[in-house]
């Protein structure tokens, strides 16, 4: 066995738990909700009845990026040792699924426990010779109940130098949609500047510098800073429940990215409901198709569900205990 196939039988059977940066705080959902203008009253809340946008589950547990004791712990601290085996400098995101739990509330505690569960074979693409890994995370409150289980899907590579510079991270898969025979529904265009790119990335806590750094983002072969991958879910997440139901809770949110969203786009999330069920205690459950368009190439297509209220619903779909939200989806997965 190489010393690189050791490293990674190593890593493949570690594991770590980030304890949260502090306690879940108003001002950090409003940053959220602010820098991708989600009006959900649910996020404006006072009191009890805030809850935190459920896409934003790993913003808790990102460390500062400095500490007068030194470099703290990152996020995913095991995807940063890979790339740094490796020797793969760069990772971007392919594609990220999340399953949502319990609500987070004002003053939880989150951890993450996170690890590495495959890492493909070297080759060789246009950006530059590199592997695929993928990293689970899974989010828990200070009652060891679950909050959102993750699964990142990364190209990590090592740039070639006449990539620098070049349009290969805006031209990947534009023609792929997903099919769907189900009902249009309205879309929700968002003009990306700059400065949105920016405020998506710092509510995040995302400071990888291809977010904000035009140089580095040239560097590492990219026409531009990029949208990251929070912020696509962030907007994802306002156009359902602002756009497509008001007030719904998201049980899961994946997607697939296939084009760089950089500053001067104007940015379309369209969809479809592919299908619609009303259960015998009065739920509304939308199974949802989703892309996102920029002129006319897509940048990310995806799927998620919904729990929505209806008049015979006895609750506001956030106040569902955990038993019963787990009947909605695959209980085995949380």
């Not at 039988?9 to 940053?31: C, F, M, N, W, Y």
Request: hydrophobic share 35%.
């Amino acid at each position: 066995m190489t010393d690189t196939e050791t490293e990674l039988h190593t890593i493949l059977t570690e594991k770590i738990t980030q304890e949260g940066r502090g306690p879940v705080d108003a001002p950090s959902i409003a940053l959220w909700c602010s820098a991708s203008e989600d009006t959900n009253p649910r996020h404006w809340a006072n009191g009890d009845r805030l809850v935190a946008p459920p896409s934003m589950a790993g913003t808790w547990t990102q460390s500062p990026p400095w500490t007068p004791s030194g470099p703290p712990i990152r996020s995913m601290e095991l995807h940063h040792r890979l790339k740094e085996r490796l020797g793969l400098p760069i990772a971007v995101v392919r594609e990220v699924s999340h399953q949502y739990g319990v609500p987070v509330h004002l003053g939880d505690r989150l951890t993450a426990t996170h690890r590495i569960v495959d890492v493909g074979p070297l080759r060789h693409r246009r950006m530059g010779q590199g592997r695929d890994w993928s990293v689970e995370v899974d989010h828990r409150n200070q009652c060891d109940e679950p909050v959102a289980l993750e699964r990142w899907s990364f190209h990590g590579y090592r740039p070639a130098e006449s990539s620098t510079g070049s349009n290969e991270a805006r031209q990947r898969g534009e023609a792929e949609q997903p099919a769907s025979d189900g009902t249009p529904l309205p879309e929700l265009s968002i003009d990306i500047d700059a400065s949105r790119i920016v405020k998506l990335a710092a509510a995040s806590g995302d400071w990888t510098r291809f977010h904000h750094d035009p140089a580095f983002a040239a560097a590492a072969g990219l026409p531009a800073i990029i949208l990251n991958t929070p912020g696509h879910m962030a907007l994802v997440s306002r156009w359902i429940t602002d756009n497509v139901a008001p007030g719904a809770r998201l049980l899961r949110l994946a997607l697939r990215l296939r084009r760089s969203v950089v500053p001067g786009d104007l940015l379309r999330i369209g969809g479809e409901i592919v299908e619609q069920t009303i259960t015998p205690d009065g739920w509304r459950r939308l199974e949802l198709v989703f892309t996102e368009h920029v002129g006319n190439n897509t940048t990310v297509t995806g799927r998620a569900t919904a729990v929505a209220t209806t008049e015979s619903a006895a609750a506001d779909p956030w106040d569902i205990p955990l038993d019963r939200w787990q009947t909605f989806g695959d209980a085995d997965n949380l």
